[in-house]
């Protein structure tokens, strides 16, 4: 069979690449689009949103470019938080993959800092550690779905939950911590590392109410 990818001197792998391309921005300019902002960026990126056939309306399908659409990546949409939450599919022009909305905030301790408050009475500094927070959008959910044909749900200890939140190295975050959420105390049992690959995608947080102190 005659090799055509030279044919005129046109590269047909790129040609096609360059028709995707055109495809997909034609598709992100259009109607259906929406203005999403990625991790917190103040500059805007246009993605495409789908229903999913098997799933409720908290989680959904996103396609864009292949630099926006990441697992773990956050996506701010009609001011409401999506965490991407599988693998980008990627066919080299664009990725798709599924998100899900965020139902709440976890107080991320990103940093301590001694902060001279004064003198003791031999005149020695006396220092106090600050935390520093940031409140992370994160999904909670109370039981863990289960992959099956049935779609069993394994339930959690009653008064423990679930956080998937976007991994950050920076975030300071260990097995024993308490943190409030709910107006109630949560003591984390364990943290998931498994869905992090090079630094990437997301991190989950069991925790048990603490109770205490609740």
């Not at 049935?150 to 024993?176: C, E, F, H, R, T």
Request: glycine letters at 4%.
């Amino acid at each position: 069979m005659r090799d055509y990818s030279n044919y005129h001197n046109v590269n047909v792998n790129e040609k096609l690449r360059e028709d995707g391309l055109f495809l997909l921005e034609h598709s992100l300019n259009g109607f259906e689009s929406y203005e999403a902002f990625v991790n917190g960026s103040p500059t805007s990126v246009k993605v495409l949103i789908y229903q999913k056939y098997d799933s409720d309306s908290e989680t959904k399908r996103v396609i864009g470019h292949i630099s926006d659409i990441e697992r773990g990546n956050i996506l701010n949409i009609n001011e409401q938080d999506w965490l991407v939450v599988t693998i980008p599919e990627d066919n080299k022009i664009y990725r798709k993959a599924d998100m899900k909305i965020c139902n709440s905030f976890f107080p991320a301790i990103t940093d301590k800092t001694r902060v001279l408050i004064g003198r003791d009475d031999d005149g020695r500094p006396v220092y106090e550690e600050i935390e520093q927070k940031v409140y992370v959008p994160c999904i909670v959910e109370p039981s863990i779905s289960i992959n099956t044909d049935k779609v069993d749900q394994l339930l959690l200890p009653k008064g423990s939950i679930k956080i998937s939140l976007k991994y950050a190295k920076y975030m300071n975050i260990n097995s024993n911590d308490k943190f409030e959420m709910y107006a109630n105390r949560y003591e984390i049992e364990d943290i998931d590392y498994s869905k992090v690959i090079n630094e990437i995608g997301i991190m989950v947080i069991y925790a048990k109410k603490d109770v205490k102190e609740s």
